[in-house]
């Protein structure tokens, strides 16, 4: 992509209402722009981030074994009187007539219309388990909403469902999701710890929140510091053994870890005092086993292999690919910019023409260009006519991993400099080495 | 994908609701589910096609030029006050009032958001020509919202919009769309004729509807008959010359086309009787120039060359995805099911084990998948205990493009029949003949 043909509003300024971070960055760097309190427009670099986050989902949700749909934003309220949970929701809720006075409401999660649908398809416990998934725009309408997309009313969340016989099956299907959840975060760089939760109006009795730590947290929670260091499961978990699964979560979960609400502090205290880790961190994922709350009372029901119709266990889990950005970002970041992890990087690599006119240049960058393309990296091209200071700044604010720099003096003894955003290293390579550099490095870090 | 393991609830009865074979097949076929008038969920074999379609759409606008970005559902009010569209829209606009009372609706369209955010950032003429682009859910509250996703009231739309300094510039942003659009069509199988159309609610005087030819469509056309033998523009089209896409509209505009609301009769008298089309269509997309209808009260201007500021000339682009795949269906059926082109087809191939429990099907259906998995084929394996008769009748009915059914007879003699969707052709051959049969065939159609 030529950055005189994108749209890259950079800001100079550190906007005033961002309170943390990842909120400036993001507006600095031109990925977002508010549109209304909490509702943000996502602009082609932020896009892009959002759309690798949900990629890795997608690859993790379909590996563990649940398959992908797409419900509506506007539901029907009675869908959510026949769970209880219409009333109970609040003003939280974003509710709607339309234009025949019919009550409907932006969804601000799925679990009754999944319900609906499962009911309205399934007879057989022969077509269990059953998980279907979705990513789709949510809203709940905070009272403050704040922190850019960290915290924001319009999100988007990858929300599964889960179906099972029994509730052994269901502990199962929530083990596929707790083990997905680990891979899905550690790809994008991320160490989260799973930590018992509240269940809040999702319900049910069994719940992780899965929370990344960092110090602008909404969260207080305390853990053990082991979870530092566990390596998260392979690629090639057996997602169908049970035993497999079991073995990975028991690990997981093996250490103390919670969040201020489900705190023990006598629990806590049994932690060795060298490893006891209290700090404060940014929940990016929860999931719930909650039985038959929503089945029960929705009459989502299958024959048994006793031909006696059983009523299905049911689990949900959430991830928000909305939030995960501002997450990375507070991750991810020094005081030039962001710092993009390899897997979630809007693009692979920057390359940058110091002198747009001079004929060597423009020529070494359009060869550039052409090789990076052909190694498959998806890079940007700054060819606008600016200063090379403003260019290293832009590209260091934006935080693609590598950036290779092309300017005249380096180019009169055949040399192009390669720069690694995250050490700040610097190599003087020629351009054939250039590329080699980068697509080895690129193609490691996708493995 | 193993079918036991998938979730593609069929329809044995043809749903009464339904008026037209798109809406019946949908429902059928376990591609929707209305959830409440107008609103549905996309099933997994929906969703898929859906997201075919939208890969097309997304190549061909990125080769034009334009770049993604994605504007939230929920707009503020006052952003359309500014234009006066909030009280014009009429009914057909959700409005929403959110927990402080402030007014709100989810967007049918974006002219006024997509101006908010240019006039913030951009400043100079040397930041045009720009095409912005998304693709997002829209809802327009329609009195009778009917024909499955064809007519529905949530639905998905890729808009696109252009921001030119000149209205000659903004006449090559319009034709680069119309050729993109032609392409697009042409790539789903798709013969769209471009019509002079009235603009409606977005405005301007400068506007072509795209028309597929359907019996169950609700507009009345009238064209030429050359349109049904034009080719459509190549890839390697040159969307930087004004000449080259000028030639290639004037091609597309030369013969007479119109739907009812721009009918001239007179005009239409002097076509050919033996050229002469009256039909029935459905509208696919339409494109607009508007001028400065949104920039002149929204004040998006521009520092001109002589430092002077400009208004600038804007159009917007509209193709509607989710009507897409039912306008597809409407295209491409038999009495069997659906038929469809390769590729917006939600899998290349399926693969049915007709006698399940058999260990010789077993384990040639095993290595089929494995063999066009690796020749990077999506492929629907029907591993379901069921009479072969019920496997024959879901994939015709899903229309998957190609069949290799596996059966016990034929692998006596070393052979599975492949079936041809499209034709009803079949073939019998070894298990790797087939499998370089389809994989030849679907690499051609991806070419």
Redesign the interface.
Known sequence: MRLS???L?ILRETPKEAEIVSHRLMLRA?MI?Q???G??????LG?KV?NNINRIIREEQNRA?A??????????AD?WRESGRYDAYG??M?R?S??HE?E?L?GPTNEE?IT??FR???RSYKDLP?N?YHIQ?K?R?E?RPRFGVMRS??FLMKDAYSFDLTAEGSRHSYNRMFVAYLRTFARMGLTAIPMAADTGPIGGNLSHEFIILADTGESEVFCHKDFLSFAPPPADVDFDSPAALEEIVGKWTSRYAATSEMHDAAAFAAVPEEAKLSARGIEVGHIFYFGTKYSEPMKAVVNGPDGKEVVVQMGSYGIGPSRLVAAIVEAFHDDAGVVWPEAVAPFHVGVADLKVGDAATGKVCADLVQQLENAGLDLLHDDRDERPGAKFATLDLIGLPWQILVGPKGLAEGRVEVKRRKTGERELLSPDEAVARVAAAVKQARA
């Open positions: 043909r994108y749209f509003p031109g722009r549109e209304s309190a509702i943000y427009a996502w602009l082609p896009l959002l074994g398959i992908e749909c797409l419900m509506p934003t506007i539901q029907s869908l003003k939280e974003l709607i339309d234009r019919r409907m932006f219309m609906e649908i309205a398809y399934v059953l279907l725009w809203f309408d009272v009313r319009e």
